[in-house]
T-cell receptor
Framework: AQKITQTQPGMFVQEKEAVTLDCTYDTSDPSYGLFWYKQPSSGEMIFLIYQGSYDQQNATEGRYSLNFQKARKSANLVISASQLGDSAMYFCAMREGRQAGTALIFGKGTTLSVSS | DTGVSQDPRHKITKRGQNVTFRCDPISEHNRLYWYRQTLGQGPEFLTYFQNEAQLEKSRLLSDRFSAERPKGSFSTLEIQRTEQGDSAMYLC???????????????FGAGSRLTVL
């Protein structure tokens, strides 16, 4: 079974509008972390936002917020006031358990295109 | 902090040749990871080092692949007898000790793109 599912291969949004990128996850471990990364065409993975499974509040980082719905096992990324520079691939990822070295598991990504 | 550096950025090789990629992590980071990313997919975990010890290897890491981190600083990933299916972006990432700021975050390099003809 897929650990991280991103069902939207591509999303289109106009500048200044908000957009939500979907992510659902599957784990039986009560301790986990959820991450979003951005990958522009240059290839480098850029960290955007992190949510821990025990965090009571949804994470926010500037124009990025994470809509964390634990019962639904979803961790959607909301980008407010989209900019042309937001056009990129976006990956949701999860780290299971408390062991410090555990690797991230990534979804297949969503391509976001922002138009003027 | 110069970030995670990877070299070369691009490598084109013929099937059957050996290739080696190098990763220089952020200097104070003791954990280093290798991932592989094929076109249109997310990164897939290959292997993980804590200091010089290789603590985890994915089943994706066939016996043609070997990774080292001899002094706990830079790491190399070697692919022997390359196959066309090895064509991918090879990403390196590093992470610091728990308790440091950003400790939960993997910092990625720009990747080494391999094309096997």
């Amino acid at each position: 079974a897929q650990k991280i599912t991103q069902t939207q291969p591509g999303m289109f949004v106009q500048e200044k509008e908000a957009v939500t990128l979907d992510c659902t996850y599957d784990t039986s471990d009560p301790s986990y972390g959820l991450f979003w990364y951005k990958q522009p065409s240059s290839g480098e993975m850029i960290f955007l936002i992190y949510q821990g499974s025990y965090d009571q509040q949804n994470a926010t980082e500037g124009r990025y917020s994470l809509n964390f719905q634990k019962a639904r096992k979803s961790a959607n990324l909301v980008i407010s006031a989209s900019q042309l520079g937001d056009s990129a691939m976006y990956f949701c990822a999860m780290r299971e358990g408390r062991q410090a070295g555990t690797a991230l598991i990534f979804g297949k990504g969503t391509t976001l295109s922002v138009s003027s | 902090d110069t970030g995670v550096s990877q070299d070369p950025r691009h490598k084109i090789t013929k099937r059957g040749q050996n290739v080696t990629f190098r990763c220089d992590p952020i200097s104070e980071h003791n954990r280093l990871y290798w991932y592989r990313q094929t076109l249109g997919q997310g990164p897939e975990f290959l292997t993980y080092f804590q200091n010089e010890a290789q603590l985890e290897k994915s089943r994706l890491l066939s016996d043609r692949f070997s990774a080292e981190r001899p002094k706990g600083s830079f790491s190399t990933l070697e692919i022997q007898r390359t196959e066309q299916g090895d064509s991918a972006m090879y990403l390196c990432a590093s992470r610091g000790l728990a308790g440091n700021s950003g400790a939960n975050v993997l910092t990625f390099g720009a990747g080494s793109r391999l094309t096997v003809l």
